[in-house]
């Protein structure tokens, strides 16, 4: 495959596409991690963007080097994502888990 896009001089735009659908797939993972979990999922991504970074390295296709790299990269910007979003639901922007707010509540 990274011969055909080598040759017809499609990697650039075939690593653009991979970014932008890693990018869209993040986006309902942030809601819904945080909806599940709250704040307390960060390190899982923190975890996934360093094995992707290592796994970035290790890859010698660039296509698929470059891909991982998003995805690392990706990853690492969810962190803040999540925590953004704690902000979100408590301005009112997304639901917030009815099981978790009972939690909260109990704890204070």
């Known amino acids: 495959m990274t ?31 945080h909806y599940y979990f709250g704040t307390r999922c960060w390190w899982w991504f923190l975890l996934l963007g360093l094995v992707a ?8 296709s660039t296509f698929w080097s470059a891909v991982v790299a998003v995805v690392a990269f990706s990853s690492f910007w969810t962190i803040k994502e999540i925590f953004e979003q704690e902000e979100r639901v408590a301005r009112g922007w997304f639901p917030a888990n009815p099981r978790r707010a009972s939690k909260r509540t109990a704890d204070n």
């Open 3 to 33: 011969e055909f896009l080598s040759q017809y001089h499609l990697t650039g735009l075939a690593i653009g596409l991979a970014t932008f659908l890693v990018i869209g797939l993040f986006h309902p993972v942030v809601i819904k991690c």
């Open 53 to 60: 970074c290592g796994a970035s390295i290790v890859i010698s």
